[in-house]
């Protein structure tokens, strides 16, 4: 089953940058999907953004908008997550997940458990 790594976290001041990346281990539908989420202590995790591989079509959570920018590689199952002028709320564990779908969701339950990384840590403070 495929599996997704993620890597690029860091600890940044407001209004830094940092580019995620997620790649995928071993073998993807013909059509798919992935997402990017986060998850900050006490808080429940939430979609950050999203691509699909089919039509390329793409979706960000509102407050991100405008600041992120999500992208796929030249390999097949590659995505990365640019991230501009970072805020404290930004902060929290990234994660990157597969759904075998022709479009993309930004809801977590829509991609199976088994495909999520470990995840990035993200921590922006002064």
């Known amino acids: 089953q495929v599996q997704l790594v993620e890597s690029g976290g860091d600890s940044v001041q407001p209004g830094g940058s940092l580019r995620l990346s997620c790649v995928a281990t071993g073998s993807t539908p013909d059509y798919y999907a992935i997402g990017w989420f986060r998850q900050y202590p006490g808080k429940e995790r939430e979609g950050v953004s999203c691509i699909a591989y089919y039509d390329g079509s793409t979706h960000y959570k509102d407050s991100v908008k405008g600041r992120f920018a999500i992208s796929s590689g030249h390999t097949t199952g590659t995505v990365s997550l640019q991230m501009n002028n970072l805020k404290p709320e930004d902060s929290g564990v990234y994660y990157c997940?597969?759904?075998?779908?022709?479009?993309?969701?930004?809801?977590?339950?829509?991609?199976?458990?088994?495909?999520w990384g470990k995840g990035t840590l993200v921590t922006v403070s002064s």
């Open positions: 997940a597969i759904a075998p779908t022709h479009g993309c969701e930004l809801a977590p339950h829509y991609y199976p458990t088994a495909t």
